[in-house]
């Protein structure tokens, strides 16, 4: 992957907009309830969008998300 990408405690900002597993927006969170909300569905905080304000952090699977990401990054080449 072209990028680094901050997952769960990696992430430093302490205000995140979340954007739930089924893509639904959970608003602005703090970092510690946007990390409850991913362990409640056993999944990842992906910070997406570090540049926004507040950044935007996704649940999701991170395995799931890098497979993702490289198979855009292959049709864009």
Do not use: C, F, H
Request: hydrophobic residues 35%.
């Amino acid at each position: 992957m072209a990028e680094k990408v901050n997952i769960n405690n990696n992430i430093r900002s302490p205000k995140l907009r979340v954007i739930g597993s089924q893509g639904e927006n959970l608003g602005v969170l703090t970092k510690e309830e946007a990390l409850d909300a991913a362990k409640k569905v056993k999944l990842d905080l992906i910070e997406v969008s570090p540049q926004a304000d507040p950044p935007v952090a996704r649940i999701a699977d991170y395995g799931k998300y890098t497979y993702e990401m490289s198979k855009k990054l292959k049709e864009v080449k």
